[in-house]
């Protein structure tokens, strides 16, 4: 965890902090906070993201539900 103090009112972890308050904060590099012991803690990921293709995206080939037409007015017959 790193001390920081807040340059702005910033809500984080489940908390309005105002500005000039200082607090310890174990989250990403945020530009609205000051640090104060050491440099923010930069999480990498374990696996690189995959971009979604066209090929990987699921295709709709049916409509799920069919559209209903509205009754017509049948005329009166006498």
Do not use: C, I
């Amino acid at each position: 965890m790193v001390r920081v103090r807040a340059k702005v009112v910033v809500f984080l972890d489940n908390a309005l902090r105002q500005a000039g308050s200082e607090f310890d904060y174990d989250g990403p590099p945020n530009k609205h906070l000051e640090y104060l012991d050491g440099a923010p803690q930069v999480v990498l990921a374990t696996e690189p993201s995959k971009p979604v293709t066209k090929e990987a995206a699921p295709v709709a080939t049916k409509r799920k539900w069919t559209r209903r037409t509205k009754p017509t007015a049948q005329p009166d017959t006498v």
